[in-house]
């Protein structure tokens, strides 16, 4: 094996420190080179002969290119380099069995590439990896960050590594020494204790670094494109808001999903009828009539290679179709999970040959793609998930960039995507924020048009007030 690329001082720092214990995490940020790194733990431990195989786990979207990875920076191995994707544990039983009887057989090196993909302890795909992890001597867990939403993540990516580095056998002993739940709000953690005793724990085995202290990135500039929903449009918003609003139990955070979700359908231009299921349709029948289209027709540059993200399939299709059209064929190609491997890697090297537009879904293009020849991005829809927005902005904000950075959100006024970004923007999570206004509002019998009442179950509901005499809880139970 012959390492082709030389080592940057932060990495040869990490992997000083790492190349001395058998486990450990990476928690280097978007774009300084943690892959890399990897690697050389992995050269180092191959080349005295302590393992014989690398295990490399990653979002099954970056196979591909970890594989192009590996080629750029080793020489001659690369077969000893096995690389699965992490969301192919959840179910296949043919690739847990092979995986399971290679980690018996030989010695293997686990690394588990975007670690926060694990941080369920009860997903199949957790425990899985944890099975396998039991037989790896070395294991290492690569992420940007060491939390994505709260400290309940640290448990079974550290549990991977070994459970007596915090301490815990079972995530309920984590639980009872470390969160504090809010008793109104199932699920809700409302503090973390002894967080000094976590951090302390896993220091000694973590390397942790961000961009700016490392690298000499161009800037990031952001700009938000807003237009207004059509007349028509914006009666139907208001309307599914009421009906979802009715039936919202935040005991159940299902309906509140369901809320967003119908929100979120119709300011993309669809038709939302309300029933046990959301039904929907096109609101558009020409889609170049969609305000959201238009906005986003307006602003792109064709003088920038353009990386578009959307939040639904249908988005992603229609604008390529449209893009296509008003300018050539070609211009624009798609990038989303319902494609197979071979065509997502073929409308990649066309987007970095001649296409100008690059439409994607977050969740699939925002993992291990290097883009950094693109310094343009716009989001035509966005989600709650902050952590998947940095990791799609940190796709072309990395090593090798050297323009500034230009993002832009297209936004509808007045309408949920205000609240999307707000939180997007204070990093957080857009549930718990809705969940906490609603716990705010509790104590106040009148909130707008709404009302809190218990149903015949006993759950605390919010109900559209009909008569403006009704001012109580017990009055509106009444009428009910």
Excluded at 28 to 43: H, P
Excluded at 258 to 280: C, M, P
Excluded at 320 to 347: C, D, H, P, S, T
Aim: charged content about 30%; proline content about 2%; aromatic content about 10%.
């Amino acid at each position: 094996m012959k390492l082709l690329t030389e080592l940057q001082s932060h990495q040869v720092a990490a992997v000083e420190k790492l190349s001395k214990i058998k486990v450990g995490a990476l928690y280097m940020e978007m774009g300084t080179g943690k892959t890399r790194t990897a690697i050389e733990l992995a050269y180092k431990r191959f080349i005295k002969n302590k393992i014989d195989i690398v295990l490399w786990l990653c979002p099954c979207s970056v196979k591909e290119t970890i594989k192009r990875e590996l080629g750029k920076h080793i020489e001659g191995f690369e077969e000893k380099f096995i690389i699965e994707g992490i969301e192919s544990l959840s179910s296949s039983i043919r690739l847990n069995t092979e995986l399971l009887k290679l980690v018996q057989r030989e010695r293997v090196m686990l690394i588990v590439d975007e670690s926060n993909l694990v941080k369920n302890h009860r997903a199949n795909r957790t425990v899985n990896i944890i099975r396998l992890s039991k037989y790896c001597p070395y294991r290492l867990i690569l992420n940007g960050t060491p939390i994505s939403r709260n400290e309940k993540d640290l448990y079974s990516q550290w549990y991977i590594l070994d459970y007596r580095i915090l301490g815990y056998r079972s995530f309920w002993s984590f639980a009872a020494n470390h969160l504090e739940y809010d008793q109104r709000i199932k699920g809700r953690i409302k503090t973390v204790l002894n967080l000094d005793y976590l951090v302390g724990k896993i220091a000694p085995y973590t390397y942790q670094i961000r961009k700016d202290e490392c690298l000499d990135l161009p800037s990031k500039t952001y700009e938000t494109a807003y237009y207004h929903l059509t007349h028509e449009q914006y009666e139907h918003y208001s309307q599914v808001a009421d009906d979802l609003l009715f039936e919202l139990d935040e005991l159940e955070p299902y309906t509140i999903y369901r809320l967003f979700a119908g929100l979120q359908s119709v300011i993309s231009g669809l038709k939302v009828k309300v029933g046990e299921h959301l039904e929907t349709e096109t609101f558009f029948k020409n889609p170049e009539n969609n305000p959201r289209i238009q906005k986003l027709m307006d602003i792109v540059n064709l003088d920038e290679k353009t990386i578009i993200f959307c939040k639904y399939t249908h988005e992603i299709q229609t604008i390529v179709k449209l893009l296509n059209e008003e300018y050539e064929e070609g211009i624009a190609v798609e990038f989303y999970g319902e494609l197979n491997q071979k065509k997502r890697q073929e409308n990649l090297k066309k987007f970095q040959g001649d296409s100008q537009f690059l439409v994607a879904n977050k969740t699939c293009a925002g993992y291990g793609l290097n883009l950094q020849f693109c310094s343009y991005v716009v989001y035509y829809s966005n989600d709650w998930d902050y952590a998947t927005r940095g990791q799609s902005e940190d796709r072309v904000h990395r090593m090798g960039q050297k323009n500034n950075v230009h993002y832009v959100d297209i936004c509808a006024a007045n309408t949920l995507d205000e609240r999307i970004l707000r939180c997007l923007q204070r990093k957080e999570n857009l549930i718990e924020s809705f969940k906490a206004e609603l716990e705010e509002q509790k104590d106040i019998s009148v909130v707008e048009k709404y009302i809190y009442y218990k149903d015949y179950k006993g759950r605390t509901k919010l109900g559209k007030i009909e008569k403006e005499e009704i001012k109580t809880i017990e009055e509106l139970q009444e009428v009910k």
